[in-house]
């Protein structure tokens, strides 16, 4: 009753003649009283969010010109555009169902003659609907809109033709455009598509990252935005295939970015170190752990410790391959980990040492999934160890780009962040 009587109140002001009464008949065009004008209206039969609806009323008369005034009588309150004129907008509301929105148009002329009409418009559920929220100090918060997903991080060489996927953003009618913000310029093939693609440039030291931005916009004009890195991996970094007993699995090496580790890494695959031994602790959703321990959880002997790389500017994202250690940052030796999900936990800030990255699986996550999947226990007075063992039966060097691989000759660890 409210929003009704200042609307009215508004229609005074554009008419001498004053706010039209009307009786609140719902008929859609109905039979005038004697000296009235014959009036009907019409819409949309239903709209979805952000979109513009049009209402359009009709007057006959012969009695000069006739004036239109358009008001909402039900449903959650829009704002009508060109309320005095025939035709009259209202954008669709972002709701969390189905609502009916009722508009009544009055017609009159400069003799007093009136007529009305109603139309009803049934607004869609928005399925990306959000309560409003308005916080002191802050603003609103928590508005209804779009989300925005640029795809994982990708790690390529140059040459590679890199796909960014836009795809699973969520919101009505989504229009989008990718940018690149940093990196080695990148020709996108089409910036406004959900999925577009470019070929990596050359790798450089010290400059190979790229970062691109997605922003996608609904049809109610409501932006979001991510972002996605791609990293250019050096066509010198040395692979080294991974055989167990539940398949092959291909890891390269970042010897730019972790000369330490790698240089560690690579020494005991020279010694053959890693053969016979198993992963012995595995944890869905977080990493698999070897590289230190035979069946029966028998420690081997290995080389000093090396020093802490955590600062070389790799994360701890999916896929990539880092050394495990205690809690010195100093203490890593042999034993590594694969990140099954991205652990931002484990990376280096201000208050954490974190724990080297030092590659990347590019051949046989597949198979690393399958190694996370097994059943774990305790078993020999450690937690988390697979109840069957998972061997890991070499570890070699490729020698060739075909993926051949070669000769080139304790307690456990704790878990990263444990």
């Known amino acids: 009753m409210i929003r009704l009587t200042c609307i009215a109140l508004s229609v005074i002001a554009l008419s001498p003649l004053g706010c039209p009464l009307f009786d609140g008949s719902t008929d859609q065009q109905g039979t005038p009283p004697p000296g009235s004008i014959t009036t009907s209206a019409s819409g949309p039969a239903r709209v979805q969010v952000g979109e513009t609806a049009e209402l359009r009323a009709t007057a006959a008369t012969d009695d000069g010109p ?14 009508i555009q060109d309320a005095d004129q025939a035709v009259a907008k209202f954008i669709a509301p972002s709701l969390p169902a189905e609502q009916t929105l009722v508009f009544l148009v009055t017609a009159y002329n400069d003799v007093g003659a009136t007529g009305q009409a109603e139309v009803r418009v049934v607004v869609a559920a928005d399925p990306d609907y959000k309560p409003f929220q308005f916080t002191p100090g802050t603003g609103p918060t928590g508005a209804t809109g779009p989300t925005a997903d640029a795809g994982n991080d990708q790690s390529v060489r140059a040459g590679d033709q890199v796909t960014l996927d836009g795809t699973a953003s969520r919101g009505n009618g989504l229009t989008y455009r990718w940018r690149q913000v940093l990196g080695p310029t990148a020709t996108l093939a089409d910036a406004t598509a959900a999925q577009t693609t470019f070929v990596a440039p050359q790798y450089s030291k010290g400059n190979d990252e790229l970062v691109f931005e997605l922003a996608v916009t609904d049809r109610n004009g409501r932006s979001a935005t991510d972002r996605v890195i791609v990293r250019i991996r050096s066509t010198a970094n040395p692979r080294v295939q991974v055989s167990t007993s539940m398949g092959n699995f291909t890891i390269e090496l970042e010897q730019d970015r972790a000369p330490i580790s790698v240089q560690n890494f690579l020494r005991y695959v020279d010694e053959r170190f ?39 500017g790799l994360k701890n994202r999916r896929g990539t391959v880092a050394m495990a250690r205690t809690s010195d940052p100093n203490s890593a030796t042999s034993q590594w980990y694969v990140n099954l999900v991205d652990n931002p936990d484990l990376d280096r800030t201000t208050s954490n040492a974190g724990y080297a990255v030092f590659g990347m699986v590019v051949e046989g996550m597949d198979v690393v999934d399958r190694i996370a999947t097994v059943p774990t226990g305790s078993r020999f ?26 000769d080139q000759t304790a307690n456990p660890e704790p878990l990263p962040g444990s």
């Open 66 to 79: 006739v004036y239109f005034a358009w008001v909402q009588t039900a449903g959650p309150g829009v704002r």
């Open 274 to 312: 890693y053969d016979g031994t198993i992963f012995h602790r595995v944890i869905a959703g977080f990493v698999v752990q070897g590289g230190g321990f035979t069946p029966g959880m028998n420690q081997k002997t290995t080389h000093d410790p090396i020093a802490n790389e955590s600062n070389n």
């Open 381 to 406: 007075g450690y937690q988390d160890v697979p109840l069957t063992d998972v061997i890991i039966n070499s570890v070699r060097r490729i020698t060739s780009e075909s993926g051949e691989s070669g």
